[in-house]
């Protein structure tokens, strides 16, 4: 039972999703959810993200917590257009709260939105936003095993950005190995180097991210 | 109704929880659920708590992982008890789980027992187990925000461990500003500062420990 009630929900978070993604088609707005462990990086891509489109793309975001506002305040100083959710308890955002979300951002000043999930590596990804790429962080401090524990994060991503590159001189983690294992989940995907401290690799990931745009 | 349905499970997990410590009791075994963000070091602390202890008290370790079984074959190389639960797709262990698990487990050979609960800072602070201490990891490469995000989890917890303190040359921490916001949840909660990298405070954690277990 408990099983079939969580299709329910699925497919009731399948059809709000599709409707998500018909207004943001409408308004020509690309939209990217943004998943990732605690602590591995997704503010600190976002705002390295909008420094690096600043005069080139419009970009909103709307920050995914649990609790606290304090990633939207971070956001919210490089002037664009932010919102943050609180899910109370909710280990992950869903159709229906980005649905009410979207009704407060102003969409035709967007090109770009940015969804940052809460941080977790495994209820986000069984729940569709409505988004049109979905963006796994993984970082170096976490360990090179996290494709084995958490393989449906790895398989429904479009891109995995590997974070936190500049620390490899003080940790363990085989990038060869890893890239590995996430090609056995999903061969299709994308795989970057990036350290948002030191700005490696930004420069590739969001020229990933604009022929993702120019696609649509 | 939503939240109804949440209530009964909880309510009903509270109560095979009640089983399972009134078992553990019966056989003299101290239980310590662990748990942290994917990667912060649950599995490291383990390891060292079992050389530690090694000679002195008999330790058993359940693992919970949504996939895999790495963790239980790291802790198997150290010659104790071991058992894995994989939660499918479950973003925590429950008390359910935890009970199947203690049917297959030498109970009357373990004085401590750690459960690594699913790597996760959300969902496993709302399900108790039936352990004596809740022990949370949190880690520097995480950042200092945490408490402000994640407030259910380090309200439950007993002891709060900052792992991976040798990474403070290399990252922003402010290790008091945290003490402070998790003391503003959890006034009587125990912090320790340690690295599993180099052992540093792991002779307290394990000190620590040993009075609770003979304090039960």
């Known amino acids: 039972m408990e099983i079939k009630v969580l299709k329910d929900i699925l497919s009731a978070n399948e059809q ?7 207004l943001l088609d409408s308004k020509g707005v690309f939209a990217v959810n943004l998943m990732s462990s605690p602590g591995a990086g997704k503010t600190s891509l976002i705002l390295e993200t909008i ?10 975001v ?3 917590d ?15 257009p932010v919102l943050q959710i609180n899910t109370g308890g909710t280990c992950h955002l869903d159709a229906n709260m980005l649905l009410s979300a979207l009704s407060n951002m102003p969409l035709q000043d967007i090109e770009l939105l940015i969804i940052e999930n809460v941080g977790n590596l495994i209820c986000p990804a069984s729940f569709a936003l409505g988004e049109h790429k979905r963006v796994l962080i993984s970082s170096i401090p976490e360990g090179d095993d996290k494709p084995f524990k958490y393989p449906l994060m790895f398989d429904i991503a479009d891109a995995v950005l590997i974070n936190k590159i500049d620390l490899l001189p003080y940790l363990k983690f085989d990038i060869r190995g890893f890239s590995q294992a996430v090609r056995g989940i999903n061969e299709k995907v ?4 990036i350290s948002c401290a030191t700005s490696h690799g930004i420069q590739e990931w969001v020229s990933w991210l604009l022929t993702q745009m120019s696609r649509r």
Not at 66 to 80: I, L, M, Q
């Open 66 to 80: 649990v609790s606290s506002s304090v990633d939207a305040e971070k956001v919210g100083k490089e002037g664009v």
């Open 16 to 22: 709000i999703a599709e409707r998500n993604r018909q």
């Open 62 to 64: 709307i920050e995914g």
């Open 190 to 193: 994308e795989i970057f180097q």
């Open 51 to 60: 420094r690096k489109l600043k005069g080139k793309i419009r970009v909103g």
